[in-house]
């Protein structure tokens, strides 16, 4: 395995265009979650998915936002009608959540967006 | 709601050198506590998780100490080279998401 993996790296869309990044997790790992980072902040935390379940949304994912896991695997965000505002990274995370153990979360390399 | 706090902002500092990085945080009820390291443009690269049951961990120059009562943890990193020069954040678990600092930017010179 890997690791986590996301694509595209890049994605450079028009305002009010839709885009949808895929991520990759680590085969074993039950929870997936997205972050987005814009520069000189700390990744802050979108949404997460216990196998195929959304289980929590952040305020900051507006209703132009979905994402979606189907069968507990690779998982897809995408965004509709973006605005410039949503120029960010975007990072995937995954790790492994049974009874009392939570592992380390890994991420993916981001995918990096310029909406212009 | 729990906010944390990643003092100094920046540091450089002369190849060889010992430093510490510290990470504050407001509430004490933590699952557990990653440092990650982040080159430009890049990804997230895990270093070090400590269990909110542990006191520190360590992986071969790292050393990371976690004082849940106090919210605090350092990262103390030994013998400084200059491709440690990258980003350092550090994120509590708190139920189920990452809560991250805004990050220390290191910078070692040769």
């Known amino acids: 395995d890997t690791g986590v993996s996301q694509n595209p790296r890049h994605k450079i869309t028009k305002r009010g265009q839709n885009v949808t990044f895929r991520c990759d997790p680590i085969?074993?790992?039950?929870?997936l979650y997205w972050y987005r980072q814009t520069l000189g902040q700390g990744p802050e935390f979108l949404t997460y998915?216990?196998?195929?379940?959304?289980?929590?949304k952040s305020r900051l994912l507006s209703d132009r936002f979905s994402a979606e896991r189907p069968k507990g695997s690779f998982s897809t965000l995408e965004i509709q009608r973006t605005e410039q505002g949503d120029s960010a990274m975007y990072l995937c995370?995954?790790?492994?959540?049974?009874?009392?153990?939570?592992?380390?979360?890994?991420f993916g390399q981001g995918t990096r967006l310029t909406v212009v | 709601k729990q906010e944390v706090t990643q003092i100094p902002a920046a540091l450089s500092v002369p190849e060889g050198e010992n430093l510490v990085l510290n990470c504050s945080f407001t509430?004490?009820?933590?699952?557990?506590l990653q440092w990650f390291r982040q080159d430009p443009g890049k990804g997230l690269t895990s270093l070090l998780l400590?269990?909110?049951?542990?006191r520190e961990q360590t992986s071969g120059r790292l050393n990371a100490s976690l004082d849940k009562s106090s919210g605090r943890s350092t990262l103390y990193i030994a013998a400084s080279q200059p491709g440690d020069s990258a980003t350092y954040l550090c994120?509590?678990?708190?139920?189920?998401?990452?809560?991250f600092g805004k990050g220390t930017t290191l910078s070692v010179s040769s």
């Open positions: 995370a995954s790790s492994f959540r049974d009874r009392d153990l939570n592992t380390e979360a890994f």
């Open positions: 085969s074993e790992h039950n929870r």
């Open positions: 998915f216990q196998n195929e379940a959304q289980l929590e």
């Open positions: 509430d004490s009820a933590i699952y557990n």
């Open positions: 400590i269990q909110s049951s542990q």
């Open positions: 994120a509590v678990r708190v139920r189920t998401a990452l809560i």
